[in-house]
């Protein structure tokens, strides 16, 4: 089955008694009762499937769990209350019985930065942050010192770099050290990092999953040799996703391949247009043929799909032009997230990346004119001329 198709059908039409709901329904139930003891002592000892208690399983979430386990080609998936506890999770599993040092790319979503330096850190976990486009310091950190997991994003925040993905998990499986790939921005649709040898996935569920901005949510998949310790800490600290929010993701992937055709064709359109426009300085988009990383995003991207994200500096302008730029917008939404079904815009200086120091951004190459795109699914002549109009 073609994953366009998964989308729509995998996970759901679970039997349920004598007749099997076309959708799934949404369980509320905290615990489940069977009917012999035994067959509760084998579902809790899983040796067999089947909810016990909502902490552990719940059929809404597993529904969800097998769909994006299928769309990600893992071996099993947790769904989670935000992509950033997902995240937390994922790195606690990796971590939890190997050296507490994480490789990190230097770019990456502000609060994964946050969690590494704020949370982990002072537990004792040390983080060198490479530049992931460079194998070659990313190689001499992961060597220098004994590791237990890398983190890096299939598309960079918020510049959209594309790091070899497929180059680094070998490096990783070479220095026997679990990949975690954040693909939020890509999703299963472009880059499936399992297939390219990475060990576990996360995504923000918030964001191109569920894409209607109504659910908070994560999802992490796992390859078999990490999944099992990432099930036990799940069932033992519950970082999981409630019934109500694994529904509606579920709803949401059923358009998901629709709703990314229409994103990347119209992203396409937006960044050639952007790119030509006297007043913006410079922009990024994966599909640029003058793309630093061009190259990568041919081997590991589908043809003509390059996301739904594109950033550009408006020129010569500093924080308050910027933000009348933005206030002139009517149709775009000027709002955190990104993946929805509206066009939405947000000021990494602002939002993403506040927390960080205005050097540091200036480091990183994020500077004070920078906004971020994420494009929708209107017709693209109305969101030109939105952007046309507040450039003016
Ligand atoms: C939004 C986002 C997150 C965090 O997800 P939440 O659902 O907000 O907790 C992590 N990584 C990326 C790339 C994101 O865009």
């Given at each position: 089955m073609?994953?366009?198709?998964?989308t729509?059908?995998?996970?759901?039409?679970?039997?349920?008694?004598?007749?099997?709901?076309?959708?799934?329904?949404?369980?509320?139930?905290?615990?489940?009762?069977?009917?012999?003891?035994?067959?509760?002592?084998?579902?809790?000892?899983?040796?067999?499937?089947?909810p016990?208690?909502?902490?552990?399983?719940?059929?809404?979430?597993?529904?969800?769990e097998?769909?994006?386990?299928?769309?990600?080609?893992?071996?099993?998936?947790?769904?989670?209350?935000?992509?950033?506890?997902?995240?937390?999770?994922?790195?606690?599993?990796a971590?939890?019985?190997?050296?507490?040092?994480?490789?990190?790319?230097?770019?990456?979503?502000?609060?994964?930065?946050?969690?590494?330096?704020?949370?982990?850190?002072?537990?004792?976990?040390?983080?060198?942050?490479?530049?992931?486009?460079?194998?070659?310091?990313?190689?001499?950190?992961?060597?220098?010192?004994?590791?237990?997991?890398?983190?890096v994003?299939?598309i960079?925040?918020?510049?959209?770099?594309?790091?070899?993905?497929?180059?680094?998990?070998?490096?990783?499986?070479?220095?026997?050290?679990?990949?975690?790939?954040?693909?939020?921005?890509?999703?299963?649709?472009?880059?499936?990092?399992?297939?390219?040898?990475?060990?576990?996935?996360?995504?923000?569920?918030?964001?191109?999953?569920?894409?209607?901005?109504?659910?908070?949510?994560?999802?992490?998949?796992?390859?078999?040799?990490?999944?099992?310790a990432?099930?036990?800490?799940?069932?033992?600290?519950?970082?999981?996703?409630?019934?109500?929010?694994?529904?509606?993701?579920?709803?949401?992937?059923?358009?998901?391949?629709?709703?990314?055709?229409?994103?990347?064709?119209?992203?396409?359109?937006?960044?050639?247009?952007?790119?030509?426009?006297?007043?913006?300085?410079?922009?990024?988009?994966?599909g640029?043929?003058?793309?630093?990383?061009?190259?990568?995003?041919?081997?590991?991207?589908?043809?003509?799909?390059?996301?739904?994200?594109?950033?550009?500096?408006?020129?010569g302008?500093?924080?308050?032009?910027?933000?009348?730029?933005?206030?002139?917008?009517?149709?775009?939404?000027?709002?955190?997230?990104?993946?929805?079904?509206?066009?939405?815009?947000?000021?990494?200086?602002?939002?993403?990346?506040?927390?960080?120091?205005?050097?540091?951004?200036?480091?990183?190459?994020?500077?004070?004119?920078?906004?971020?795109?994420?494009?929708?699914?209107?017709?693209?002549?109305?969101?030109?001329?939105?952007?046309?109009?507040?450039?003016?």
């Amino acid at each position: 089955m073609k994953i366009e198709s998964k989308t729509v059908h995998w996970g759901d039409r679970r039997k349920a008694g004598n007749f099997t709901p076309v959708t799934t329904p949404i369980y509320t139930a905290a615990s489940y009762v069977y009917e012999s003891m035994d067959q509760l002592d084998r579902v809790f000892a899983l040796e067999e499937s089947g909810p016990s208690y909502a902490r552990y399983d719940n059929p809404t979430r597993s529904a969800l769990e097998e769909l994006v386990r299928e769309l990600e080609s893992g071996a099993g998936a947790i769904a989670c209350a935000s992509g950033m506890i997902g995240i937390h999770t994922a790195l606690l599993a990796a971590l939890l019985d190997r050296p507490k040092r994480v490789v990190a790319a230097n770019m990456m979503y502000g609060a994964t930065t946050g969690l590494l330096m704020n949370v982990l850190g002072p537990m004792g976990v040390e983080t060198a942050h490479v530049d992931p486009c460079d194998l070659t310091a990313f190689e001499a950190a992961l060597t220098e010192a004994k590791t237990g997991a890398v983190i890096v994003e299939t598309i960079a925040n918020p510049l959209l770099r594309v790091p070899a993905l497929d180059k680094i998990a070998a490096l990783c499986r070479a220095a026997d050290v679990p990949l975690i790939v954040d693909n939020t921005f890509a999703t299963p649709l472009l880059v499936r990092p399992l297939e390219l040898g990475a060990s576990m996935v996360c995504h923000s569920a918030t964001k191109y999953l569920a894409g209607h901005g109504d659910v908070l949510g994560g999802v992490i998949v796992a390859d078999q040799a990490n999944y099992d310790a990432l099930r036990t800490l799940s069932r033992t600290i519950g970082p999981v996703m409630g019934p109500f929010e694994s529904y509606l993701t579920l709803r949401g992937i059923k358009t998901l391949a629709l709703r990314i055709e229409r994103q990347c064709a119209n992203a396409c359109k937006v960044a050639s247009w952007l790119a030509t426009h006297p007043r913006a300085e410079r922009t990024f988009f994966p599909g640029d043929p003058k793309h630093p990383d061009s190259e990568t995003i041919a081997r590991l991207f589908p043809p003509n799909r390059f996301g739904g994200l594109v950033s550009f500096e408006l020129k010569g302008a500093g924080r308050a032009e910027v933000f009348r730029f933005m206030e002139k917008l009517k149709m775009v939404v000027r709002a955190t997230s990104l993946g929805d079904v509206h066009t939405l815009i947000l000021y990494p200086a602002m939002a993403s990346h506040r927390d960080l120091s205005p050097k540091h951004r200036e480091r990183l190459g994020i500077r004070d004119n920078l906004m971020r795109i994420s494009v929708g699914i209107e017709a693209v002549e109305d969101i030109v001329a939105d952007l046309d109009q507040a450039l003016s």
